[in-house]
């Protein structure tokens, strides 16, 4: 069954102007399908065919053999995990579970706001900055390229792509103030505590 790029769950101004349409049709149109349709060349009639996402990049992560696989079917995964994090309004308070869980592992919003800046600005060429839920604590980190969470059987609640695909249209170089525009203006705080382990 071939992978397909799922539709954006809002229109490619709504984020503006935090997040350009030009940056989207770019993002989203151009390098999220591109992904896709190398994906699909790739797993065409191989073992991989019929596999979930989610267990392609587990089956493929640290065979060189297989990174061209790796890095399509996680870079869609982490693709298709970034869009619905975030929606026009987004920022502002967060639903008292995730704020409490947020409060007791970091020791405030604004601290973890913080780590999480620190770990994306510090993220040495491309990559990603996670929230994550790690042996029931909430941690945040930074992965290279299109490693994610699922490589190391971790929960991922939010994810922000600091690839410079993702920013560079709207921020230059200035990798932190996307971050920090990302946190507080366009993550969606409801989506986030939803993906938070029962």
């Known amino acids: ?3 397909e790029l799922p539709d954006l769950p809002y229109d490619r101004s709504a984020l503006e102007p935090y997040m350009s349409s030009k940056t989207l049709e770019f993002h989203h149109g151009k390098h999220h399908q591109t992904y896709v349709t190398n994906l699909n060349n790739l797993v065409k009639d191989t073992e991989f065919a019929n596999m979930s996402l989610e267990e392609i990049i587990k089956k493929t992560y640290n065979d060189s053999s297989k990174a061209g696989i790796f890095n399509n079917a996680s870079q869609h995964w982490n693709h298709n995990f970034f869009w619905p994090s975030m929606k026009k309004g987004g920022g502002g308070a967060m ?6 869980r947020i409060k007791s592992d970091f020791g405030s919003v604004e601290k973890f ?3 999480f800046v620190a770990k994306g600005a510090g993220q040495f060429g491309s990559g990603w900055a996670w929230l994550v839920v790690n042996n029931g604590k909430l941690e945040v980190n930074s ?3 299109g490693v994610d ?3 190391f059987d971790q929960t991922a609640l939010l994810g922000c792509d600091v690839w410079e695909h993702s ?3 709207d921020y230059q170089n200035r990798r932190p103030d996307y971050i ?3 946190l507080d203006h366009l993550v969606d705080w409801e989506v986030v505590a939803s993906r938070l382990p029962g």
């Open 149 to 151: 969470p699922l490589c």
């Open 143 to 145: 992965t290279p390229n």
């Open 113 to 115: 706001k913080e780590d």
């Open 95 to 100: 639903p008292s579970e995730l704020e409490s």
């Open 167 to 169: 920013y560079y249209l």
């Open 180 to 182: 920090k525009a990302f």
């Open 1 to 3: 069954m071939a992978f």
